[in-house]
């Protein structure tokens, strides 16, 4: 159950992180020389393959530090590791911008007639990616000095509310606590204190919000100031930037959303279906995040890890004998962290050391269902990692949208193993009420926050955004999407909410949906399929990285996600596990 990396560094004091620290930095020397003087493919694939080698190298001194640091989160000198290979990285990644904008500036014939030739074959999909938004390139110098003032400009903005959440005291029945306390207040089974903690969280926020506000007004008016001055030769809409970063088309996402706007019952039942087991007749915020009550019988006994391993390796095993024999591999050589440790940081995910080709999982583990599922989710993770492990790296780095496809799928496979086994109610219950939460949160939230975020980038276009407006289109949103499974809105929640303000990335909530949708479209073709679906799945994963999900799809499950019949199969497996759950409550 605890990580054993001394295949990649022996600690942190192993010479050979500094020495390959030296390595990388006398590489970009050469790099930098030779960047403007590359004009065949075989130099240009040449160079690109020694760049992603030391890409690869300062990711895994990165990985290296980060899985220490979660593991102990005191430990101070991983954190100054991590700190320095992430620096060193963003110092890297600039050396390519001349060779990039060399690349855009080519016409298409030039440019097909180079990135189609066999040296430059692993890079094809990365550099028609960047090429298609050639048109919205800026001039090196204009490139150079936006990246320059977004520093302390744009990113500033999102680091100043870090701060704010950071500092951020909420009062609550009378105590003073901090945001991340009062956030776990909210999962009470007590539901008065959760009203407090809800209560006392947007009292905070409200106190702030002309602080909160003037960030999201920042943050959205430099990417509209950007996206018009990058709109010279072709208008670009905010929505084409995300889609971009999706790997989808517009297309796509409206047929996404349009369905689940078709299909929002099936999450608001899921909300209804909660609030009945709690005995809620008037479901409020507050009650989103609560757990379920205890049904009066004995309390569900700890499921050891071993057995969840095994519970876990069963249900892959029925789909995929390599999946379960993979598992297996992961245990044998130490690539899970599970094993509660003192200064452990929450959460988990998995991540991957690429010069080895070698995932690994990190989360905590305590026993209870929701671990089972969440060790088969992360294993799934793992499992997309390693049948790409042998894939060049720039073919391998997929998109949000696809990075839940596999982690999904096999948490799919494990629920239903697990509910084919169920003796009890009180089993089933527990197991198909995290597919509730999902559902609730997935289907019903997450399209609230695109609404809203939406909404507010069209009314920026108009002038600054003030506090009460912000509240009423949260409001707005709330009650499209939730509409009478809650009696009242969260018009707070754009400030609560971090995802907001989110100064990297703009509207990083629509891929949680289509993720989770998407995964379960996937899984939908297992039983339409039949025995070729298990190559075809695989296959489908290995071209995340190198294909549109458009694309993906057509080449692996001949459908078109653009067409909203996909999305329904998604949705009716939800509304059948909402049905079984509704049985029984």
Same mark, same amino acid.
């Given at each position: 159950m605890q990580f054993d990396n001394n295949n990649i560094y022996s600690g942190l004091n192993d010479p050979k992180i500094e020495n390959d620290f030296r390595r990388v930095q006398a590489n970009e020397e050469t790099l930098k020389r030779q960047v403007n003087q590359l004009t065949s493919a075989d130099d240009m694939a040449q160079w690109l393959n020694a760049y992603d080698g030391d890409l690869i190298t300062l990711m895994d001194i990165a990985t290296f530090a980060a899985l220490i640091r979660v593991v102990d989160s005191a430990n101070e000198q991983a954190e100054q590791l991590e700190a320095k290979a992430n620096q060193a990285i963003a110092e890297l990644e600039q050396i390519a911008e001349p060779l990039y904008d060399h690349l855009m500036q080519l016409t298409d014939v030039d440019f097909n007639a180079l990135v189609q030739s066999e040296a430059l074959a692993p890079f094809h999909f990365k550099l028609q990616h960047k090429r298609a938004m050639a048109v919205h390139r800026l001039s090196v110098a204009e490139e150079t000095l936006l990246q320059k003032m977004a520093v302390d400009g744009l990113h500033a903005w999102g680091e100043q509310y870090s701060k704010l959440a950071?500092?951020?005291?909420?009062?609550?029945?009378?105590?003073?606590?901090?945001?991340?306390?009062?956030?776990?207040?909210? %999962?009470?089974?007590?539901?008065?204190?959760?009203?407090?903690?809800?209560?006392?969280?947007?009292?905070?926020?409200?106190?702030?919000?002309?602080?909160? +506000?003037?960030?999201?007004?920042?943050?959205?008016?430099?990417?509209?100031? /950007?996206?018009?001055?990058?709109?010279?030769?072709?208008?670009?809409?905010?929505?084409?930037?995300?889609?971009?970063?999706?790997?989808?088309?517009?297309?796509?996402?409206?047929?996404? %959303?349009?369905?689940?706007?078709?299909?929002?019952?099936?999450?608001?039942?899921?909300?209804?279906?909660?609030?009945?087991?709690?005995?809620?007749?008037?479901?409020?915020?507050?009650d989103l995040m609560a757990p379920p009550k205890s049904d009066g019988t004995s309390e569900a /006994?700890?499921?050891?890890?071993?057995?969840?391993?095994?519970?876990?390796?069963?249900?892959?095993?029925?789909?995929?004998?390599?999946?379960?024999?993979?598992?297996?591999?992961?245990?044998?050589?130490?690539?899970?962290?599970?094993?509660?440790?003192?200064?452990?940081?929450?959460?988990?995910?998995?991540?991957?050391?690429?010069?080895?080709?070698?995932?690994? +999982?990190? %989360?905590?583990?305590d026993g209870s269902m929701g671990n089972v599922l969440t060790l088969a989710h992360e294993l799934g993770h793992a499992w997309h990692a390693w049948v790409m492990r042998d894939i060049p790296f720039s073919a391998k780095q997929y998109p949000m949208t696809l990075a839940e496809t596999a982690s999904i799928f096999a948490e799919t496979l494990v629920r239903q193993a697990l509910l084919q086994r169920a003796g009890t109610d009180q089993l089933k219950r527990d197991i198909l009420w995290q597919e509730a939460e999902s559902a609730a949160a997935l289907l019903i939230n997450i399209p609230a926050r695109f609404e809203f975020e939406k909404n507010f980038v069209e009314a920026r276009k108009n002038g600054k955004v003030s506090a009460n407006k912000a509240r009423s289109l949260m409001s707005d949103a709330w009650a499209a999407w939730y509409e009478d499974s809650v009696s009242e809105y969260d018009d707070m929640f754009w400030a609560s909410k971090l995802h907001f303000s989110i100064a990297e990335i703009g509207f990083y909530?629509?891929?949680?949906?289509?993720?989770?949708?998407?995964?379960?479209? +996937?899984?939908?073709?297992?039983?339409?399929?039949?025995?070729?679906?298990?190559?075809?799945?695989?296959?489908?994963?290995?071209?995340?990285?190198r294909m549109t999900a458009e694309q993906c799809v057509e080449k692996h499950l001949q459908r078109d996600i653009r067409d909203a019949d996909f999305w329904r199969d998604s949705f009716a497996i939800v509304d059948n596990a909402m049905e079984a759950f509704a049985k029984v409550i």
């Open positions: 950071g500092t951020l005291r909420c009062d609550i029945n009378g105590e003073t606590v901090g945001l991340a306390s009062a956030f776990n207040m909210t %999962m009470s089974a007590d539901r008065t204190l959760r009203e407090a903690a809800f209560n006392g969280i947007r009292s905070a926020w409200a106190e702030n919000q002309d602080s909160v +506000v003037a960030g999201l007004n920042a943050i959205n008016g430099w990417r509209l100031n /950007e996206f018009q001055r990058r709109s010279g030769k072709q208008e670009l809409h905010y929505l084409d930037v995300a889609c971009h970063q999706s790997h989808i088309t517009r297309d796509t996402l409206h047929a996404l %959303m349009n369905t689940a706007d078709e299909q929002k019952s099936v999450g608001q039942k899921a909300i209804r279906l909660m609030q009945q087991w709690n005995g809620i007749a008037d479901g409020k915020p507050w /006994e700890p499921i050891p890890y071993e057995e969840a391993l095994d519970i876990i390796k069963g249900a892959f095993a029925e789909f995929d004998p390599d999946m379960a024999n993979f598992v297996q591999r992961m245990h044998e050589h130490g690539w899970i962290d599970a094993k509660p440790t003192p200064n452990r940081a929450t959460g988990a995910f998995c991540t991957e050391f690429f010069a080895a080709g070698e995932p690994r +999982v990190f %989360m905590t583990y909530n629509y891929p949680y949906l289509f993720g989770y949708l998407f995964a379960l479209g +996937v899984y939908a073709q297992k039983d339409k399929q039949g025995e070729n679906f298990r190559l075809a799945y695989r296959a489908l994963l290995q071209d995340t990285g």
